[in-house]
């Protein structure tokens, strides 16, 4: 379901388009580098994602019955939402995750990727080549094997794919932070591609970009003040 007509996503899109060359930062959020260690996102306003370019590194879509998220500020002709604080937009997908625990029983990092990314949906596709992926779907791979980007948020976690993370408990209170973020950055990592966040070889658990632990706290302790039934969700 459309937010917006496309006359008026198209208007905010190129309204919130910065000006050619302006390098920015990601502020809270870091990248992996070659040390392993973790420093600032860097970017072109040229041709960055529209995720970095408008807050959104998980690429959340806008819920249908409410039609925004809270502190979400515009979306663009797909649907994807814009903040002007990227805080917002992890409230959001920590309120969308419990959702899908809550009402579809998706508990395992597997279940909760295949309803984030549709099935047959390129994203995370272990073996597809970018060049060759596309969206709206392509990869039925991934409706058979658990995405790349859950597999490795359940390794980060210690987990297997297919194991219950226990994200929530019955009053939607957060019971393992440590496993939500692995979900949180592993997501990031894919979202916002391997010219931002370096991509893991296979096998391997580490993820190349991860939300700061300052803006992390933000995000919880807004959802501990605003979270709620949401009815329904459109995915990503």
């Known amino acids: 379901m459309a937010l917006f007509s496309a006359g008026a996503a198209s208007a905010q899109r190129d309204a919130a388009t910065p000006s050619r060359g302006e390098e920015r930062t990601a502020e809270g ?3 992996r580098t070659g040390d392993g260690s973790f420093g600032p996102v860097k970017f072109d306003s040229r041709d960055a994602p529209f995720g970095l370019r408008n807050n959104n590194w998980v690429s959340l879509k806008g819920p249908n019955l409410e039609g925004r998220w809270p502190g979400q500020t515009g979306a663009n002709s797909q649907s994807f939402a814009r903040f002007d604080d990227p805080i917002h937009a992890v409230r959001g997908f920590i309120e969308l995750i419990r959702y899908y625990q809550e009402k579809h029983g998706a508990r395992s990092a597997a279940a909760i990727m295949r309803r984030y990314s549709p099935a047959g949906d390129c994203s995370g596709a272990p073996s597809i080549p970018a060049s060759e992926r596309r969206d709206g779907g392509g990869c039925p791979e991934n409706e058979t094997i658990a995405p790349v980007t859950a597999v490795r948020a359940a390794q980060a976690a210690g ?6 993370m226990a994200l929530f ?3 939607g209170e957060i ?3 440590d496993r939500l973020r692995a979900l949180l950055d592993a997501v990031v990592t894919q979202e916002l591609g391997a010219k931002h966040c370096p991509q893991p070889p296979k096998g391997e658990s580490w993820i190349g970009c991860r939300v700061d632990d300052a803006a992390f706290n933000r995000a919880v302790e807004l959802y501990g003040r605003q979270k709620g039934p949401t009815e ?3 995915s990503r």
């Not at 987990?159 to 219950?164: A, E, G, I």
């Open 175 to 177: 019971r393992h932070p």
């Open 29 to 31: 959020l870091l990248a």
């Open 232 to 234: 329904e969700v459109v």
């Open 169 to 171: 408990g019955p009053a």
């Open 159 to 164: 987990l297997k794919p297919t194991d219950d």
